[in-house]
């Protein structure tokens, strides 16, 4: 996507609501962690493998229609991925942070814990793209080695930032579904759009096991620290071999022991699933219609600044 040149307009309001929605949520973060010290049952990690299923199904909007909530999280993934500035994507994700913390009821904890790792991921690519992206006006110009000139442009800092604000969005939106909606009416959506019985039965093992491997791979990690296993650099390759290896055969086993499960219990080839059992209401059908075109209306107007 062509990025205008020269620097960034002035911010639009779209952008400061969206800053401010950013502000309130990372002060109640603060404020409920600041709150939650003090004897307590211990918290869930977000390599539990029952997390998200366990944040979607206690959610207020557990029992939202499900297909309001996909179009509803689409349309803002779209236009955050359309949008040509990264106002609108960064006021996208205040307004999903903002809807996942005080209308879904997500613990702030459990919120922050699931946007750490995309959003190092994100901020290390941005990197990458602020440095190594040439065009437009140099601002800052650090040094350079062979043919690689390492410095900071507009049109690098622009893309950057537009990188960043879209993953943002997109994760964001991501989020405010997978922590509202229980993955089992996710799955019975897929199944009543025509998708392929095996690709959804194979979606589902897949999601089921992912947080299984992770927990096998901690638990072992760890028994090797407790046993100075990474204590140096010789022990570091050694153990982080066996650690790979080991996971390779408890991913094996795993496999065998589903397999031996599913066909002592008659599975046909078809897995069942419960009805999505989602209503829609007004009320949720109005906000859903009005932030598409609140956001389509936005998309207009950062259109019209290029």
């Not at 307590?40 to 029952?50: S, V």
């Not at 997390?51 to 959610?59: E, K, M, N, P, Q």
């Not at 992770?214 to 153990?239: D, P, T, V």
């Amino acid at each position: 996507m062509h990025i205008m040149e020269g620097v960034l307009p002035s911010p639009s309001w779209q952008f400061w609501i969206g800053a401010a929605l950013i502000l309130i949520a990372g002060l109640y973060l603060l404020k409920t962690r600041a709150g939650t010290r003090g004897p307590a049952k211990k918290p869930h990690t977000i390599f539990d493998e029952h997390i998200l299923d366990d944040a979607a199904i206690s959610s207020p909007l557990r029992y939202v229609s499900a297909w309001l909530k996909i179009v509803f999280c689409l349309s803002a993934i779209v236009t955050a991925v359309i949008s040509p500035l990264p106002y609108l994507p960064l006021f996208i994700a205040g307004v999903m942070i903002f809807s996942a913390l005080f209308i879904a009821k997500v613990s702030p904890r459990l919120y922050a814990s699931l946007l750490t790792i995309p959003l190092v991921f994100a901020g290390t690519g941005a990197i990458v793209i602020l440095f190594i992206t040439g065009g437009g006006e140099t601002l800052f110009d650090l040094f350079q080695i062979g043919t690689l000139h390492v410095r900071i442009t507009t049109e690098s800092l622009q893309l950057a930032l537009l990188v960043l604000s879209r993953t943002f969005a997109g994760m964001c939106s991501l989020y405010f579904l997978a922590l509202t909606t229980p993955m089992t009416s996710l799955f019975a959506v897929l199944k009543k759009l025509r998708v392929p019985q095996a690709f959804i039965d194979l979606s589902m093992l897949i999601y089921r096991y992912i947080f299984v491997f992770i927990g096998e791979a901690i638990a072992i990690h760890n028994a090797q620290i407790m046993r100075g296993g990474y204590g140096s650099w010789k022990n570091y390759l050694s153990s982080f071999s066996m650690l790979a290896s080991m996971l390779f055969i408890r991913t094996w086993e795993k496999g065998e022991a589903i397999f031996i499960s599913m066909d002592s219990r008659c599975y046909d080839g078809c897995m069942a699933l419960p009805d999505e059992g989602g209503h829609v209401s007004l009320l949720s059908v109005t906000a859903v219609i009005f932030f598409i075109i609140l956001i389509l209306s936005l998309l207009f107007a950062e259109m019209t600044l290029l």
